[in-house]
């Protein structure tokens, strides 16, 4: 009976913390130089108040050096910082009034749980009566009720996270960073910790900016995504935007996976069609692209392929020849070869009945006009 | 034929390795032990006949009571001087972002490497000079240049031995570098810092070539007398204050053991009590 109670409170808790919006963060040509060497390009970003924001790219892509600028802990070489309009970047750390989740938690391992979520109230000098209902507050939050007097050696990595969300929360930041708080964790306690962490901006409504390297969390977790690579913001867009349409050859090719093919020519064809010939000898069928400029590519998702041992009438057919299939966590993988020694990739979700096509066989795979995506290639 | 090393050594014959090894280790400085209870006015082994009036003329004596004062006198404020600096050192090595921060940990252990005479001799003058020599002021400062690297390298330990993010969390909950130093820094290397006090204590206490050079007969360390009566009286009152002094070594050593295990314990209970918290929840 006391299941459904707790999770009324909860819920009534958070409709009523969502009213406090979260804060505006505005980047304006930030930029870290070291020497010559740029480890961020003068960059803009805009982060809308409440947002939850992915910030994701390959291990030195300048995410974490631009996570270190926002936090105060590495000064940049030039650019403006606004928090909620506000400059901050001539302000130290301890000044900034936002909240930060490390990788390793970075709990304080001679206090309690209390004492850690305290902290930051005991900094700010709250009163101590204060002090303590927001730390019930937030243990409540994180589901850590009864976990108040242990340390934080004698929980689980997954406990150490939400205390860790609760200590950067509990002064009602209006920003809060996350550097990879899910690195540590295991892949099963990675997806529960993911719907815990969405849960929690629910309910206390701050703007969060997260990086990652894992592109798929980040599509899972974000209302809209940066890319990042070589120090520069390659794409900002809802995940599925930048999925379903990418702006670059990285950008395809780093979220999610793709079979991409380079492009000879381009011709129409009615009724607002284009006729697409690959570098592979193949031809393509696309919807028209309204800002195609020269060079383009072509990205067609694995998933997008249907394969079958005949000829069907989609508007892309290829004939190939199966390489190799392999089992994966509820999808199956083909390795195709088509035209010119070319592999192509196809997942094809694994039902009850569905027929495993066996190695060698020729095959055709087809996709609908829709599928063809065309990439700038600059 | 297909035994281990392990194996193939008979455990008696490692028994009796590891008993000499200990034995070489140990025996030269527990032979003084029986010689101060002699019964001989001079100093022998084997020792012949039980007495405890070494022990009584030692209490007696005021030559032997103000050495052992001067000791203390000496190495407390030499291992107060040696902490504070050893610990900054280490902070500005180990957190700060030093360009030079390798040079800087090289010159700050060199005392460590370097004859302790070299050392001596080159502050023989410098005392002079300042008139600081066979005073308290000048020892002090000679021993706690010998007792810094002992800190600087326990402090540089226990700072390695936690996440930087530790502190850059501290910074992002509001807390300004001094609330940052006393809140989170200071507990987590407080027994680095005493374990490194303590040996700076005992290298001062320890210490003969630098009271050499720079005490005076007011100021004198107990090593200092010792080495003086072993010249001149070869009593068995040096076998007394040998035995006293290597007590009080042992307590020392015991005290560090203690911080030390200290340490570990707060460490080495992640791991463990995260798995017994996980079969709990």
Known sequence: MAEPRTIEAQSGRAAEEVERAGASLRLEAIEKRYGTLAALEPTDLEVRPGEFFGLIGP????????????????????????????????????????????QNYALFPHMSVAENIAFPLRMRRLERGEIEARVARMLEIVRLAGYAERTPAQLSGGQQQRVALARAASYDPTLLLMDEPLGALDKNLREEMQYEIKRFHQAIGATILYVTHDQDEAATMSDRIAILNHGRVMQVGRPRELYESPASRFVASFLGEANLFEVAAVSQTPPMRLRVETKDGLTLSANQHPQLEADAIVCVRPEAIQIAKNAGAAANVISGQVIDVVYTAGSLRYRVEVAGGRIVLVRRPLQRQSTVIEVGSPVYLSWDVADTILVPNP | MSGTLGNRIPSYALAAFVTLFFAYLLLPSLIIVPMSFSGQSFLSFPPSGFSLRWYQGL?????????????????????????????????????????????????????????????????????????????????????????????????????????????????????????????????????????GGILAFAASFDELMLALFLTGTGTRTLPRLIWEQLNDFLTPIVAAVATLIFAFSLLLLAMLAVFGRATRSMQASLPLASAEASARG
Do not use: Q
């Open chain 2, 59 to 195: 209490a007696a004596d005021i030559v032997w009571r103000s050495a052992a004062a001067n000791s203390f006198l000496i190495g407390i404020p030499a291992a107060f001087i040696a902490v504070v600096l050893g610990t900054l050192s280490a902070l500005a090595v180990e957190r700060g972002a030093l360009r030079w921060s390798m040079t800087a940990m090289a010159l700050i252990v060199a005392p460590m490497m370097l004859p302790h005479v070299i050392l001596a001799i080159g502050l023989y003058p410098v005392m002079l000079d300042l008139g600081l020599l066979r005073g308290y002021l000048g020892v002090i400062i000679g021993h706690a240049v010998v007792g810094l690297p002992l800190v600087f390298v326990s402090v540089s330990a226990a700072l390695r031995s936690y996440s930087p993010a530790l502190e850059l969390a501290a910074m992002t909950c509001g807390a300004s570098p001094l609330r940052c130093f006393l809140h989170v820094t200071f507990p987590m290397i407080r027994m680095g810092i005493a374990g």
């Open chain 1, 59 to 102: 291990s030195g892509s300048g995410k974490s050096t631009l996570l270190g600028m926002i936090a105060g802990f590495v000064p940049p070489s030039g650019g403006r910082i606004l928090l909620n309009g506000a400059d901050i970047v001539g302000l130290p750390p301890y000044r900034r009034n936002l909240g930060m989740v490390f």
